[in-house]
C-alpha cells in the first residue's frame, strides 16, 4: 500500500486492537509459570475449534475457575464435569468433543512433560519450529492452535521473537506493515510485540482493516 503511514497504522491497532489473549484468560506469560502457561495451552486447544475467540477465552476462564488450573486437576475431573462447564460457556456445539480433548491433552502432558508444558520448550531445544512440531502431538491442538499458543508465548519465550505466522502476515501485509521478521521487530518496543501481533489478529477476525486503514490515514 503505497504512502502508507507505518506509525499511525500501529498506533492505530495497539489502540483499538493491542490487548493479548493471554491477558484476556489472566495468564501471565511473561512471567512463564507452569499455571500460565497450563492457562495457554488450555486456550490455544479451544480456539481450534471453528468457534468465536471469544467463547473459548471465556470457557478458559470458567474451566480455571472451576479450579482445574493443571494437567493433574483437569484430567481427574469428570468428562461430564467438563462438558456441563464447557456447554455453558459457549461450546454448546463442541463441548462433549472439547472435553475428551482437554483431558487426552492433559495426560499427554502429563505422561510427557511432568504436566509442565514449559518441558515442551527444553525437549525442543528452544527452537521454535521442534515446538511447534511437539505442540501439534498434543491432542486437540494442530497446526492452527499450535499458532495460537506460539503467537502469545512469545511473551515469555524469547526464541519466538518474533513469531508471525501467515495470517499474521498477510493481515500486516494488508494494512501496508513490513511481514520481514527484522523490519517487524522495528515497529515496537518487544513488550508490545505481543499485543502488535495479538492486534493483527484481532482486526481480521473483526473485519476492521478497510476503517483502521482510514482511521489511520485521517490522523497521520
Given at each position: 500500500?503505497?504512502?502508507?503511514?507505518?506509525?499511525?497504522?500501529?498506533?492505530?491497532?495497539?489502540?483499538?486492537?493491542?490487548?493479548?489473549?493471554?491477558?484476556?484468560?489472566?495468564?501471565?506469560?511473561?512471567?512463564?509459570?507452569?499455571?500460565?502457561?497450563?492457562?495457554?495451552?488450555v486456550?490455544?486447544?479451544?480456539?481450534?475449534?471453528?468457534?468465536?475467540?471469544a467463547?473459548?477465552?471465556?470457557?478458559?476462564?470458567?474451566?480455571?475457575?472451576?479450579?482445574?488450573?493443571?494437567?493433574?486437576?483437569?484430567?481427574?475431573?469428570?468428562?461430564?464435569?467438563?462438558?456441563?462447564?464447557l456447554?455453558?460457556?459457549?461450546?454448546?456445539?463442541?463441548?462433549?468433543?472439547?472435553?475428551?480433548?482437554?483431558?487426552?491433552?492433559?495426560?499427554?502432558?502429563?505422561?510427557?512433560?511432568?504436566?509442565?508444558?514449559?518441558?515442551?520448550?527444553?525437549?525442543?531445544?528452544?527452537f521454535?519450529?521442534?515446538?511447534?512440531?511437539?505442540?501439534?502431538?498434543?491432542?486437540?491442538?494442530?497446526?492452527?492452535?499450535?499458532?495460537?499458543?506460539?503467537?502469545?508465548?512469545?511473551?515469555?519465550?524469547?526464541?519466538?521473537?518474533?513469531?508471525?505466522?501467515?495470517?499474521?502476515?498477510?493481515?500486516?501485509?494488508?494494512?501496508?506493515?513490513?511481514?520481514?521478521?527484522?523490519?517487524?521487530?522495528?515497529?515496537?518496543?518487544?513488550?508490545?510485540?505481543?499485543?502488535?501481533?495479538?492486534?493483527?489478529?484481532?482486526?481480521?477476525?473483526?473485519?476492521?482493516?478497510?476503517d483502521?486503514?482510514?482511521?489511520?490515514?485521517?490522523?497521520?
Open positions: 500500500m503505497v504512502g502508507t503511514d507505518i506509525e499511525a497504522v500501529v498506533a492505530e491497532l495497539l489502540t483499538r486492537h493491542g490487548r493479548t489473549y493471554a491477558d484476556e484468560i489472566d495468564a501471565d506469560v511473561p512471567a512463564d509459570t507452569a499455571e500460565a502457561m497450563f492457562r495457554l495451552t486456550f490455544a486447544l479451544l480456539a481450534s475449534a471453528r468457534i468465536r475467540t467463547a473459548a477465552a471465556q470457557a478458559t476462564r470458567a474451566l480455571m475457575d472451576a479450579g482445574w488450573t493443571d494437567a493433574a486437576s483437569m484430567a481427574e475431573a469428570t468428562w461430564e464435569e467438563r462438558t456441563r462447564v456447554n455453558r460457556n459457549g461450546y454448546a456445539r463442541y463441548d462433549e468433543s472439547a472435553s475428551r480433548q482437554l483431558a487426552d491433552a492433559s495426560r499427554h502432558l502429563s505422561e510427557t512433560y511432568d504436566g509442565d508444558i514449559r518441558h515442551l520448550r527444553e525437549a525442543a531445544d528452544h521454535p519450529d521442534r515446538e511447534r512440531a511437539l505442540l501439534q502431538k498434543i491432542k486437540g491442538i494442530g497446526p492452527v492452535g499450535a499458532d495460537i499458543f506460539l503467537r502469545e508465548a512469545q511473551a515469555g519465550w524469547d526464541e519466538l521473537v518474533p513469531y508471525l505466522d501467515e495470517r499474521v502476515r498477510r493481515t500486516a501485509g494488508e494494512l501496508g506493515l513490513p511481514t520481514s521478521p527484522p523490519q517487524f521487530l522495528d515497529l515496537v518496543d518487544r513488550a508490545d510485540l505481543p499485543r502488535l501481533v495479538a492486534a493483527l489478529v484481532r482486526v481480521r477476525q473483526e473485519r476492521d482493516t478497510g483502521l486503514r482510514e482511521s489511520a490515514s485521517d490522523h497521520s
